[in-house]
């Protein structure tokens, strides 16, 4: 089993940064997506960004494109999410997820964190 961890959120002003930690505990994860997903209130969950664990590929939501940076410490066996420039529209809780097969398809993910909480005030 595998289990991820959340951490790094927090609130933040608009226009701000802040990097989110996920990492990973049981097994290396070695194969298929390992993502971020957010949900606001009141809305669905949605795709943030993911990265193919054998591609290498980092496909990201136009909404956060440009903004927001992956990158993995295969040693750590931790992703991150750099987030800068923060929108008010950002605000969420933020999920790692790992072992996905289809990189947008939350439900398609085998491994799933408890979330982190990320507030950006305007």
């Known amino acids: 089993q595998v289990q991820l961890v959340e951490s790094g959120g927090g609130l933040v002003q608009a226009g701000g940064s802040l990097r989110l930690s996920c990492a990973a505990s049981?097994?290396?994860?070695?194969?298929?997506?390992m993502g971020w997903f957010r949900q606001a209130p009141g809305k669905e969950r949605e795709f943030v960004a993911a990265i193919g664990m054998v591609s290498g590929s980092t496909p990201y939501a136009d909404s956060v494109k440009g903004r927001f940076t992956l990158s993995r410490d295969n040693a750590k066996n931790t992703l991150y999410l750099q987030m800068t420039s923060l929108k008010a529209e950002d605000t969420a809780v933020y999920y790692c997820?790992?072992?996905?097969?289809?990189?947008?398809?939350?439900?398609?993910?085998?491994?799933r964190g408890q979330g982190t909480q990320v507030t950006v005030s305007s």
């Open positions: 049981g097994r290396t994860i070695s194969s298929g997506y």
């Open positions: 997820a790992a072992g996905g097969i289809g990189y947008s398809d939350y439900r398609s993910y085998r491994y």
